[in-house]
């Protein structure tokens, strides 16, 4: 086959910077940091410490440590895995979805629910446990 | 409905083999983890909106059915998070990208996720044994 044995070109090509273009980047160095930040949450919180042994109290102890790091930590998981799942979600519908109209509207009732949602998981992380 | 179906199908299927199917878990894991962080992000809220129901849905999540679905959920955010290093890479260094390494890449990465699921799905499976299937069995 021709893809196989071709050598490979790499053109430069301008491209204009438009907001899925932006998007596209944010994909790129959200998802490269969510490495660190996402298995790290998932392996401290469900393999070392485990689901029976988180409660208010546990929550409340850990986001009192250590000036606020894993405050800031949950925030930046918030901030970047919300927002790269979202945007991800907008791909996928964008896939399925031809029409124009329809896909406006299903952009942003997706940037709406990411909003609202946000929202909710911010003013948590601001104002504590109560 | 036969447009509608042909949308499905060629969303699904651009051009089969391995790299077809990374693409499809790739976007499974993906969305399940999507569901399952909308979620986990009101119910988190609830420490500060709502605290009494905070141990509602910390009971949920004890419950075996929900902690099966914790051991495929960290499956997922592993492939997800693996593959997606691959895009990245092939996407900033663009001459690694050829058939070859993709293909590699490809087998390489579920190798790879299968081998760092495997103990952690041990220790959270052995918390389902301890938490849910012990007490079943008369034991503490």
Known sequence: MSVMTSTPTVREVSVPKTWDTRMWQFMRWSGALLIPLAWGHILIKDVVIGVHDIDLEYVRREWATWYSFWRIYDAALLAFAFAHGMNGLRHIANDFIHNENAKRVVSWAILIAWFVISAIGATAIIGGVR | ?140
């Open chain 2, 1 to 140: 409905m036969a447009t509608l179906i042909n949308t499905l199908w060629q969303g699904l299927w651009y051009k089969g083999g391995v790299g077809n199917w990374s693409y499809q878990f790739h976007r499974l894991a993906g969305l399940g983890t999507l569901l399952f962080l909308a979620i986990h992000i009101v119910d988190t809220a609830f420490v500060f909106f709502a605290p009494e129901l905070y141990k509602h849905a910390l009971e949920i999540y004890r419950h075996p059915l929900f902690m099966l679905g914790e051991i495929a959920l960290v499956a997922g955010v592993l492939y997800h998070g693996m593959n997606g290093l691959k895009i990245i890479i092939f996407d900033f260094w663009p001459h690694l990208w050829n058939h070859r390494n993709e293909g590699r890449a490809n087998i390489l990465i579920y190798v790879a996720t299968f081998l760092a699921w495997l103990p952690a799905a041990f220790i959270m499976g052995s918390n389902l044994y301890k938490y849910s299937i012990l007490p079943l069995l008369g034991g503490k």
